[in-house]
């Protein structure tokens, strides 16, 4: 996958996020995971893109990490919305199944990041 398409894919994420927050029904514990929920699920592509424009290897390893635990954080909302009853399960599974793959993605991705960086280190040693 390209970054574009990722970057694409993001956003594809982040959409339905928000109209699951609308979706929601007017109770404390609703806006207490919904505010939760925005902020993470819309974050995931925020920070994807600031990965993209990082200036240095260790800052888009940063970056990725905190794309990976904003993805998790999101699914963890999800599980939240899901067992409290606040939304049909069946209408949220495709979004935590999203989150949990884009999670495991950036998890890769930063990993593998991670590996160059420790090779490119030890070539500039040798």
Same mark, same amino acid.
């Given at each position: 996958?390209?970054?574009?398409?990722?970057?694409?894919?993001?956003?594809?994420?982040?959409?339905?996020?928000?109209?699951?927050?609308?979706?929601?029904?007017?109770?404390?514990?609703?806006?207490? !995971?919904?505010?939760?929920?925005?902020? #993470? &699920?819309?974050?995931?592509? %925020?920070?994807?893109?600031?990965?993209?424009? $990082?200036? *240095?290897?260790?800052?888009?390893?940063?970056?990725?990490?905190?794309?990976?635990?904003?993805?998790?954080?999101?699914?963890?909302?999800?599980?939240?919305?899901?067992?409290?009853? !606040?939304?049909?399960?069946?209408?949220? #599974? &495709?979004?935590?199944?999203? %989150?949990?793959?884009?999670?495991?993605?950036? $998890?890769? *991705?930063?990993?593998?990041?991670?590996?160059?960086?420790?090779?490119?280190?030890?070539?500039?040693?040798?």
């Amino acid at each position: 996958m390209t970054e574009n398409e990722f970057k694409e894919r993001t956003k594809r994420f982040a959409l339905p996020i928000l109209k699951l927050v609308d979706a929601l029904p007017r109770k404390r514990s609703a806006e207490v !995971l919904a505010k939760q929920l925005a902020r #993470s &699920g819309t974050s995931v592509g %925020a920070n994807y893109r600031a990965a993209c424009r $990082a200036r *240095s290897l260790p800052e888009f390893v940063a970056k990725l990490g905190i794309a990976e635990e904003e993805a998790d954080e999101s699914a963890w909302w999800i599980e939240l919305v899901t067992e409290h009853g !606040l939304l049909p399960s069946e209408r949220l #599974s &495709g979004l935590h199944d999203e %989150a949990v793959a884009l999670t495991k993605m950036i $998890a890769a *991705s930063r990993i593998t990041a991670r590996g160059n960086r420790k090779s490119a280190i030890q070539n500039r040693k040798s």
